[in-house]
């Protein structure tokens, strides 16, 4: 799908430069609901809901043989749908029965959708759901509000398979979080776009397979609301370009300040930065310099002088601070690069710092806490973490890169993506030191902050990805040019 400028949703004028991959939007139930709501301007609810119910139909017969099916309906246009599903696969000639905890309420589309169903009706038990070879939930759909009960659980978990309308039950499509008992699907039919807890966990492991279905919504509905929230991948960002007439300093200089005691920490934040593409990487280590030049590649340079020497090279505007860093050695370098105006990318010593005074990370242009970072900084973050995410980015003023196995970057302004382009192998010491040092890079040769971190995160993940079987922090920059590679042949596939 080719992107296109958003117009009409009220967004920022800081939105990422040139076009909008539409596709990559994540709107949370509450957006979709307007969505819907302004799609059936033009289009009936009934007849998106038998869109959406032969879409899940045909999904079913793409990817199951004809067995015996039981449909769960709720009573809400979720049920609806899977009123549809039934009928349609009935059609088909398929065995199927409907069993539902509730009827739908008389007089809407729902119950329209349920009257429409001719074939047999069976108890809601779990007793019931196990005489089946497969299950489909439309029990509740993403824009779950309350806790879902043992019993109904007891019932999906009788299951000998299960395929999911919409959201699995019991999984929150705004956070991902499982409100109260959830039980995972083999396969999720969603419409129009994903849900931001289709991505964020533990909802994304209870998925399955994710497919979206175009029921006809029109674009033109999804524009008329503000989202706020993305799929981290290339068409939402471009990697800055490097022409015939780049240069070192116009890739952009990235400088980082380096510990006494573990060392190998700026290294790696260096090896990542370089590996993105900058133009010049260096080492402001002090009186550590010996340390540092015994083993440096020929391509670093290492700076003995004073920071507030350093500082006075305007071309040195990117700096990494906390890889490697005690708290006092952040105490003595943060305030003064802050002071001086410069983009400051801060991590892991940064954050024993600011233990319990977030304050003290005001003026950085990016954090990147894991979540126990997070944790000592701002608190828990609770189960919806993307909202304790903008809360953080909001409050330091800095793009927040709330790092897990679903990453979460916050901007300031309010706009969010969703990373799952990763592997539990990042899961490794020094990795987070290789992310700041590419996004560093991105950030010093021009992207935006948020585009920069966003683009960071994803090339990180997509050089793990190409890393072989378990690597160590020290592979992972060997693979980050391939990487950078690949993210601009999408976002040009993408955007043009």
């Not at 076009?19 to 139930?29: E, Q, S």
């Not at 978990?157 to 959830?182: N, Q, Y």
């Not at 994803?458 to 993210?487: C, N, S, Y």
Request: net charge positive.
């Amino acid at each position: 799908m080719a992107g296109v400028a958003i117009k009409g949703a009220d967004v920022p004028d800081n939105q990422p430069s040139g076009a909008i991959a539409r596709h990559l939007l994540l709107p949370a139930p509450a957006e979709m609901a307007r969505i819907d709501a302004a799609a059936s301007v033009h289009v009936p609810v009934a007849t998106l809901m038998e869109s959406a119910g032969r879409a899940v139909a045909r999904a079913i017969r793409q990817h199951t043989r004809p067995c015996r099916v039981l449909v769960l309906c709720g009573p809400g246009n979720n049920g609806g749908d899977g009123y549809v599903a039934a009928r349609r696969l009935a059609e088909q000639g398929w065995p199927v029965s409907v069993a539902m905890p509730a009827a739908p309420r008389p007089g809407g589309d729902a119950a329209a959708a349920a009257a429409a169903w001719r074939g047999p009706v069976v108890p809601f038990t779990a007793e019931s759901a196990a005489r089946f070879d497969l299950v489909v939930d439309a029990v509740f759909g993403a824009g779950l509000s309350r806790d879902v009960g043992a019993d109904i659980a007891a019932v999906l978990g009788a299951a000998p398979r299960l395929v999911a309308i919409d959201m699995p039950t019991g999984i929150d499509g705004a956070t991902g979080a499982v409100r109260g008992h959830a039980v995972a699907a083999g396969l999720t039919v969603t419409f129009c776009r994903r849900k931001p807890g289709h991505l964020l966990l533990p909802g994304r492991t209870l998925c399955g397979r994710v497919i979206v279905a175009d029921i006809g919504i029109p674009e033109a509905a999804v524009a008329t609301v503000p989202i706020r929230t993305w799929h981290n991948e290339p068409g939402l960002w471009r990697p800055p370009a490097c022409g015939v007439d780049s240069y070192k300093y116009s890739r952009g200089v990235v400088s980082i300040c380096g510990g006494a005691e573990m060392p190998g920490a700026a290294r790696l934040s260096a090896a990542g930065a370089r590996a993105a593409g900058a133009g010049l990487v260096r080492l402001a280590v002090g009186e550590s310099a010996g340390i540092y030049r015994m083993t440096a590649p020929a391509g670093l340079i290492v700076d003995s002088g004073p920071l507030a020497q350093l500082l006075e090279d305007s071309r040195r505007r990117t700096w990494v601070c906390g890889p490697g860093l005690s708290v006092a050695e952040v105490a003595a370098t943060y305030p003064a690069l802050v002071r001086a105006g410069r983009d400051v990318i801060a991590d892991a010593g940064a954050f024993s710092m600011a233990a319990g005074a977030p304050q003290r990370l005001e003026g950085a242009a990016i954090i990147t806490p894991h979540i126990g970072e997070f944790s000592r900084v701002f608190g828990r973050p609770g189960p919806d973490r993307l909202t304790a995410a903008r809360n953080a980015a909001a409050r330091t003023g800095a793009v927040t890169v709330l790092k897990g196995p679903d990453t979460i970057i916050a901007s300031p302004d309010g706009r969010i993506a969703i990373n799952d382009h990763a592997t539990p192998m990042l899961g490794t010491a020094g990795s987070g030191d290789t992310l700041t040092g590419i996004i560093a890079a991105l950030l010093a040769a021009g992207m935006p902050r948020w585009e920069a971190a966003c683009a960071g995160v994803w090339l990180h993940g997509d050089a793990a990805l190409h890393a072989g079987a378990w690597p160590v922090a020290e592979d992972f920059d060997r693979h980050v040019g391939a990487a950078r590679a690949r993210a601009e042949a999408l976002a040009q596939k993408v955007l043009g």
